[in-house]
């Protein structure tokens, strides 16, 4: 499975954006997916994730009400719908995706700088 995101950039404090995980491969294989960030000098810290079929979606308490899961099966493609972001939410934010018994694929990461 490979992972490709798109979507960072530079954003004002309050502003918007929507990160997108386009997966190929063999994504049969994939029953979660998630988004993962990483901040500069700080732990990674997992942000939302969502099962096959969106039965059962998470997300970190800090971005609760302010960020949306989504996936799109027909284009192997999850989202991240970003609103009202905090300086704080600048990292570099990554996608994952797991089968389970199978395997574990996290992309190359997209970077999200959020000016206040």
């Known amino acids: 499975v490979q992972l490709v995101e798109s979507g960072g950039g530079l954003v004002q404090a309050g502003g918007s954006l929507r990160l997108s995980c386009a997966a190929s491969?063999?994504?049969?294989?994939?029953?979660?997916m998630s988004w993962y960030r990483q901040a500069p000098g700080k732990q990674r810290e997992l942000v939302a994730s969502?099962?096959?079929?969106?039965?059962?979606?998470n997300y970190a308490d800090s971005v609760k009400g302010r960020f949306t899961i989504s996936r799109d099966n027909d284009k192997n493609t999850m989202y991240l719908q970003m609103n009202s972001l905090k300086p704080e939410g600048t990292a570099v934010y990554y996608c994952?995706?797991?089968?389970w018994g199978i395997g574990n694929w996290r992309g190359q990461g997209t970077q999200v700088t959020v000016s206040s």
């Open positions: 969502i099962t096959n079929g969106g039965g059962s979606i």
């Open positions: 994952n995706a797991v089968g």
């Open positions: 491969g063999s994504t049969f294989s994939i029953n979660v």
